[in-house]
């Protein structure tokens, strides 16, 4: 293997990529006509707006046109399957929105979705509510009709109640987010086995086959040899650049300092960080696994490279 080894430069985890998003969507119907529909849409994108500028919701709030139909809802059901950016839904029904025509979406629906339970006014305006403010503010009705759909199809979802502006509504979702993060990362991750894990330890013993059938993410093994031939590459002007940075970063033993006697075991944990991370970044792997049974060509064991590889967001399963 030849690999171009750029020490020290090396491409954040898609994990915190700037540009995933959560899609808003509203149910409604055409039963209650187009003025109504059109309060309906600016209220959502208000909400929506006002989600994707808190700082607690850690990905982008895109609005989508309110949902009206079964064709509707069926079409862009699919899109977010489809969409790499998108990596759930935020689903809240700001009138009454008969929950046969969410059918045929919702069972084709492969993303995480949450149904959000809220008014658009915080209070209820006793003095001059009237039919038409009934009409548009059917929450209470819709978000049942839309929750025993939901529980009739037997789907997994998160359920928030309360009003969107308030704070522990926000931290729910932001919650939410955060777990839809994951399942994001985890549908999208290349995990390498360095070696087989610890023999007649059972509980490392995974099924890389089922791993991939039931969370997405690619298993696969590469023999401890394959890591051993990259770190073989590193040169002494990086090893040497990345001793200078541990110098600086930690209060290291006058012993493994330069010139100390353990110095040289130092460089030698730095060139297996340094191969690591190039086997990792060639590979587009953000996560791996060793065993300390299987070391065939490395000197020690990648402790303080584990350490800063996870630091900086990469997965790590030690005995396999």
């Known amino acids: 293997?030849?690999?171009?080894?750029?020490?020290?430069?090396?491409?954040?985890?898609?994990?915190?990529?700037?540009?995933?998003?959560?899609?808003?969507i509203t149910g409604s119907q055409h039963l209650y006509g187009d003025e109504t529909l059109r309060q309906v849409a600016a209220h959502s994108q208000e909400i929506a707006a006002a989600l994707d500028?808190?700082?607690?919701?850690?990905?982008?709030?895109?609005?989508?046109?309110?949902?009206?139909?079964?064709?509707?809802?069926?079409?862009?059901?699919?899109?977010?399957?489809?969409?790499?950016?998108?990596?759930?839904l935020i689903a809240w029904m700001h009138t009454f929105s008969p929950a046969k025509m969410w059918i045929a979406g919702l069972r084709t629906l492969s993303k995480p979705i949450c149904h959000l339970h809220t008014q658009y006014n915080r209070d209820i305006p006793w003095a001059t509510m009237d039919m038409d403010f009934m009409n548009l503010n059917q929450s209470a009705h819709g978000?049942?009709?839309?929750?025993?759909?939901?529980?009739?199809?037997?789907?997994?979802?998160?359920?928030?109640?309360?009003?969107?502006?308030?704070?522990?509504?926000i931290a729910s979702l932001s919650a939410w987010t955060s777990a839809a993060k994951g399942w994001h990362e985890m549908r999208n991750l290349k995990l390498v086995r360095f070696g087989d894990n610890m023999r007649q330890v059972s509980v490392t013993c995974g099924d890389k086959v089922e791993a991939q059938i039931r969370f997405g993410m690619e298993v696969n093994t590469h023999g401890i040899g394959d890591l051993a031939a990259v770190i073989a590459q590193i040169g002494d002007a990086e090893t040497d650049a990345l001793c200078a940075e541990y110098a600086e970063s930690y209060t290291m033993m006058p012993s493994l300092q330069k010139g100390g006697q353990q110095h040289e075991s130092l460089r030698t944990a730095a060139r297996i960080e340094l191969g690591l991370?190039?086997?990792?970044?060639?590979?587009?792997f953000h996560a791996y696994t060793d065993t300390f049974e299987d070391l065939y060509g490395l000197d020690q064991l990648p402790g303080i490279a584990s350490q800063r590889l996870m630091a900086d967001g990469y997965g790590f399963g030690a005995e396999g």
């Open 1 to 24: 293997r030849n690999l171009r080894i750029k020490p020290l430069t090396f491409p954040s985890m898609s994990t915190f990529a700037n540009d995933l998003e959560i899609w808003f």
């Open 53 to 88: 500028a808190s700082p607690a919701i850690r990905a982008k709030v895109v609005f989508k046109p309110v949902l009206t139909g079964s064709d509707g809802i069926l079409k862009l059901c699919l899109e977010a399957n489809s969409s790499p950016k998108c990596i759930g």
């Open 143 to 169: 978000d049942r009709e839309f929750g025993f759909m939901m529980s009739r199809l037997r789907m997994e979802r998160k359920v928030v109640v309360g009003h969107w502006q308030a704070p522990q509504t």
């Open 277 to 284: 991370r190039a086997f990792l970044t060639e590979g587009g």
